[in-house]
């Protein structure tokens, strides 16, 4: 079993930056893809960024890409995500995820931190 803590959220202004964290404990997640999704209560829970094993990385929405970075550390076990000039769109929970395959499809992620908030203000 693989488990996922989040941690870095908070409240923010337009413009700010904020660099969430997950660790992973339990196994090495070092040849697992890990992700970070995002939710809006009452909303579907969206794909923000993945990083596989070998570094490579996906950004599938306009919205951050540009904007967010995803990075990880194998040798402490952990995701990051480096967010930049963040807006009040960017206001959400946002979750890490690990899966053994490679997918933007939040079905596919075998494991799941309880999420950080981060919260946007005009």
């Known amino acids: 079993q693989v488990q996922l803590v989040e941690s870095g959220g908070g409240l923010v202004q337009t413009g700010d930056s904020l660099r969430l964290s997950c660790v992973a404990s339990?196994?090495?997640?070092?040849?697992?893809?890990l992700a970070w999704f995002r939710q809006v209560p009452g909303t579907e829970r969206e794909f923000v960024a993945a990083?596989?094993?070998?570094?490579?990385?996906?950004y599938p929405t306009d919205s951050v890409e540009g904007r967010f970075a995803i990075s990880r550390d194998n040798a402490k076990n952990a995701v990051f995500l480096q967010m930049n000039r963040l807006n009040s769109e960017d206001t959400a929970v946002y979750y890490c995820?690990?899966?053994?395959?490679?997918?933007?499809?939040?079905?596919?992620?075998?494991?799941w931190g309880r999420g950080t908030q981060v919260t946007v203000s005009s």
């Open positions: 339990g196994r090495s997640v070092s040849r697992y893809t």
């Open positions: 990083i596989i094993w070998t570094g490579h990385t996906i």
């Open positions: 995820a690990a899966a053994q395959s490679t997918s933007t499809d939040q079905a596919m992620y075998n494991y």
